[in-house]
């Protein structure tokens, strides 16, 4: 069973910047998209932004004009790179790649992201 490893989680000051990593652990056939979500303490997960395999991104409201999702669909690897971070980011942050295979999709365990004021 192939699994997604997030890293590149931490705690930043308010400001300040983080870039998350997700990589597959063996190879992912028919990759759709990609993507960033998110799960903040006491609600539930979010969207982040998504790309598609030719590219398209889409982004949550919230993280426009902050933060830019880029990929590799060769590789299996999808970036986060998360800029100008405001404490309402702080949430476990996962990663998830859709196929057009069985089973379908598959999500990361999560990488913490914590943002102090």
């Known amino acids: 069973q192939v699994q997604l490893v997030e890293s590149g989680g931490g705690l930043v000051q308010a400001g300040g910047s983080l870039r998350l990593s997700c990589v597959a652990s063996g190879t992912i056939f028919g990759t759709l998209a990609m993507g960033w979500y998110r799960q903040p303490p006491g609600k539930q997960r979010e969207l982040v932004a998504t790309i598609t395999k030719d590219g398209r991104t889409n982004y949550a409201d919230s993280v426009k004009g902050r933060f830019t999702i880029s990929g590799d669909n060769a590789k299996n690897t999808v970036y986060l790179q998360m800029n100008s971070l405001k404490p309402e980011d702080t949430a476990v942050y996962y990663c998830?790649?859709?196929?057009?295979?069985?089973?379908?999709?598959?999500w990361g365990r999560g990488t913490q992201v914590t943002v102090s004021s």
């Open positions: 998830k790649i859709e196929s057009g295979y069985r089973p379908y999709e598959y």
